[in-house]
């Protein structure tokens, strides 16, 4: 009779008096998360460009966009005592501004700053900073010459900083998931998980 009511368990929240007992313990591999944290940074940039200029003028204002994903570089970790560490990481931002539009002239750069945080980040854990992101970016045309461009930029990037590795985990479980028959109507969907800076 136990073993019938567990096999009627399916995944999502316990009932009132509680989860049964798993079934079994089992061996998976998966990006631990250590330790994480994130920050809003500004910055400021010029980019001084050759190519498409013919039609610009000082005031101008230039589209700008991230241009795939935002890394992060490790430049040195210093011991901070219980298991923390002081990284400090040169993260890199691909933009990419669109000069114009016939014909279309794009120019790729890529923005580098300094970011240093204290993480439980242990030796052969390293930072990752996929998730970042940049939430506006502004150029405008600031100076035109003959041969040459300037333009300015101001960005705002939320940085996020995860010390992930992948480790393999004992976890207790109810066996494999069975995908229930598809349904026409919408059902009760997941939450979005919770936004960090976005």
């Known amino acids: ?3 019938a009511k567990i096999s009627q368990i ?28 994130f920050q809003i940074n500004d910055l400021s940039r010029d980019v001084t460009i050759t190519d498409f ?11 700008c966009e991230q241009n795939g994903d935002i890394t992060c570089t490790e430049i040195s970790r210093v011991d901070a005592g219980g298991g923390f560490f002081t990284v400090t990481i040169l993260v890199s931002v691909p933009v990419a501004l669109t000069i114009s539009t016939e014909p279309l002239g794009i120019v790729e750069r890529t923005f580098t700053f300094t970011k240093t945080a204290t993480l439980c ?30 333009i300015s930029c101001t960005l705002q ?8 590795l992948a480790v393999q985990l004992l976890v207790p ?16 969907c997941p939450p979005t998980p919770p936004a960090q800076c976005f």
Request: with cysteine; hydrophobic share 30%; charged share 15%.
């Open 53 to 63: 200029i013919a039609n610009l003028s000082e005031g101008d204002v230039i589209p």
């Open 1 to 3: 009779m136990e073993e």
């Open 173 to 188: 479980s109810y066996g494999f998931c069975v995908p229930a028959p598809c349904i026409t109507l919408p059902g009760v």
């Open 157 to 164: 990037v939320c940085v996020v900083i995860k010390c992930i």
């Open 121 to 150: 980040c242990p030796p052969g854990v390293s930072p990752d900073c996929s998730e970042s992101r940049v939430l506006f970016c502004n150029c405008v045309v600031t100076n035109v010459t003959s041969s040459s461009a300037t």
């Open 10 to 37: 399916t995944p999502g929240m316990c009932p009132p008096e509680g989860c049964p007992p798993p079934t079994r313990i089992e061996c998976i591999v998966v990006d631990k998360v250590y330790d994480s944290c």
